[in-house]
């Protein structure tokens, strides 16, 4: 029997009120025996023609179909053209053989088959649908074998689905299905599964292709409910996504190091400092434009940043505009020229060529915990503000980040104190703390949050540095933590550099300053006194955050020669507080850069001038 026979031999009414609707379906039903239906076959198509004129051709697939008729949309004519067909194919023996060209077949004279459906109980349905053959005992036997019926889907290969959904879509519904909710899966006869996040519904029939899959969606493509439906039914039935389907290791992302454009970059910039910008051609800024075009194409990130950012200001002063900064474009350039020379010192080093944003792709609707946030300054030119939760169900760290070219940005702290994203009706700095519901929400792979307008946020109420839920993020052991960061270097790094996590120290160590490395480090012990270095260089952007590392040190004293107060005050051992840092390894040995300190004043330490009310929370290391 051919696919699109299969198709319609299979198809029954959840499957086309799925394609229309339950009131369309209900009318093709009662206008079915008066309609003057001649079905037949052409080739491995399916052809009806009603008396009405109207003539409804299916091209290999229920939903690849023509009508004649005005409607834009599932008509009627096409719903009859099933249930008529499927009529044909009760009386045409095992083979399931329709009338070829010319030799078609009345349908009409069906009016025993067709049921009215202002009469019509769940039996009558299914005698429409070209179910009458079966009773009672075999739907039992159908349904108990529903399983194998849809086996073939579980088995669907990754090169045959992406050549059905294209390639981008593809890759893109693989990656988002790592973040969906388990959808309501449905095996009898037809396979239906209800998907949370678009509360889409889509039915497959039993050994029909994957084409011929209906969504509520009404797409007359194969969108990407169908796409998402197939992989989490594959999901469902093997547990995960066999490796076919894992996206395959990223391209050479290695920098293409060309001599002859270095040099080209070189020879501009030195014309901008040589002749001075009155005397600079018109087309500087379209040159620098070229460049980072030219830069695009070898993979050489930052340099493009940079190139297009010259590019601006160039136009800025060629148009005579106030938002020109002299002194952004002598910064610029200088960077520039620097990383000309460290690539042709340093060879193809992503490190110094800057990486590519990621793409982001939908993330089922989720709870995350604020943990704290820090500003930071990029060697490219960026300011911003970067805040850390963490999502318990997907059980990683996720990050959203503001930032803004120095030329406009009035600085980290103010922007912690700007508005927030997501809707919401808030400071940015309220996020650090706060227990959000996001909808509607887009992540890239490695984590980063976007400030898409689809997304909307909904707050629960203040983050507990003590919810049981951060506890996968909590050490206080500092070898535990060694252990852990090792596992994460090599299974969940995605091109971070740092790790993570809460510190619950037992005591805090005398900070240092290297004057040489100009390096200010703060040693934290656990219980055992094992150790850990809280580690901040000093540069402008860092001031902030060793004057509150000092403040912090001075309160510790205190907390010292008081005997402990603030711990007997929180009825539990309450030794030198919490820090959400980034740990990694230095110098053989742990390292971290301190984020937020939860403890006698909480802050976000890069970015709080004043000292926060104290937040009275209650600590359970035990989960």
Request: with cysteine.
């Amino acid at each position: 029997m051919s696919d699109i026979r299969t198709a319609i031999a299979a198809a029954d009414e959840e499957y086309l009120v799925t394609l229309a609707n339950k009131g369309l379906y209900n009318r093709a039903l009662r206008e079915l025996p008066d309609a003057g239906i001649v079905v037949a076959a052409e080739g491995e198509n399916i052809r009806a023609q009603f008396a009405d004129g109207s003539a409804v051709t299916m091209d290999g697939s229920i939903l690849r179909y023509t009508c004649t008729c005005p409607s834009r949309s599932v008509c009627k004519h096409l719903l009859m053209a099933v249930l008529a067909a499927q009529e044909l194919f009760a009386g045409a023996g095992a083979q399931g053989q329709l009338p070829e060209d010319g030799a078609a077949t009345d349908a009409g004279a069906l009016d025993d088959a067709a049921t009215d459906a202002g009469a019509s109980d769940a039996g009558d349905a299914g005698t429409a649908t070209g179910a009458g053959t079966t009773d009672a005992g075999t739907a039992d036997a159908a349904a108990a074998n529903a399983e194998h019926a849809f086996a073939f889907i579980a088995e669907t290969s990754a090169a045959s689905l992406e050549k059905i959904a294209g390639k981008r879509r593809f890759r893109a519904a693989v990656t988002e299905s790592r973040f969906l909710e388990k959808p309501d899966i449905r095996e009898a006869s037809t396979l239906t599964l209800k998907l949370p996040e678009s509360g889409a519904t889509v039915r497959f029939l039993p050994g029909a292709p994957l084409e011929t899959a209906g969504c509520t969606c009404k797409s007359p493509d194969f969108c990407s409910h169908r796409i998402q439906a197939v992989l989490q039914y594959i999901i469902e039935k093997k547990g995960s996504l066999p490796q076919e389907f894992l996206p395959e290791e990223k391209p050479d992302e290695t920098p293409e190091i060309d001599v002859a454009l270095l040099d080209f970059l070189r020879h501009s910039i030195s014309e901008v400092f040589s002749s001075g910008l009155a005397r600079l051609p018109e087309n500087s800024g379209h040159r620098f434009l070229q460049l980072a075009t030219l830069c695009h194409s070898r993979r050489l990130a930052d340099p493009e940043r940079l190139c297009n950012r010259v590019a601006g200001q160039l136009e800025h002063f060629a148009g005579k505009s106030a938002v020109f900064q002299k002194e952004y474009l002598i910064g610029d350039l200088c960077r520039l020229l620097k990383l000309c020379d460290l690539l042709e010192k340093e060879g193809a080093n992503p490190k110094i060529a800057g990486v590519f944003r990621d793409e982001y792709h939908p993330v089922a609707v989720t709870d995350i915990l604020g943990l704290g946030a820090y500003g930071w300054h990029s060697t490219g030119g960026y300011t911003g503000v970067t805040t850390l939760f963490y999502a318990p169900e997907l059980r990683r760290v996720l990050r959203y980040t503001a930032a803004l070219p120095d030329n406009v940005s009035s600085g980290a702290v103010k922007m912690y104190n700007a508005g927030a994203p997501w809707g919401l009706n808030a400071r940015l700095s309220a996020l650090s703390h706060s227990a959000l519901r996001i909808r509607g929400g887009k992540l890239s792979a490695n984590g980063q949050l976007s400030a898409t307008e689809s997304c909307h946020a909904e707050p629960l109420g203040p983050a507990d540095v003590a919810d049981p839920a951060l506890s996968p993020l909590r050490y206080a052991d500092f070898d535990a933590l060694l252990e852990a960061l090792w596992e994460w270097t090599e299974k969940e790094k995605n091109g971070e550099s740092a790790m993570t996590a809460l510190l619950v120290p037992d005591r805090m160590g005398p900070g240092s300053y290297d004057r040489i490395q100009q390096r200010f480090s703060l040693p934290l012990y656990d219980a055992a006194g094992r150790a850990l270095m809280l580690r901040v260089r000093y540069e402008a952007a860092t001031e902030l955050l060793l004057d509150n590392l000092a403040m912090l040190e001075k309160e510790q004293e205190k907390e010292a020669k008081s005997g402990g107060l603030l711990g007997r005050w929180f009825g539990q051992k309450y030794n030198c507080g919490v820090f959400l840092a980034n740990v990694r390894m230095e110098e053989g040995a742990l390292a971290a850069f301190p984020v937020t300190h939860y403890g006698q004043n909480t802050r976000n330490l890069s970015l709080d001038e004043e000292k926060n009310e104290i937040n009275a929370f209650h600590f359970d290391w035990g989960n």
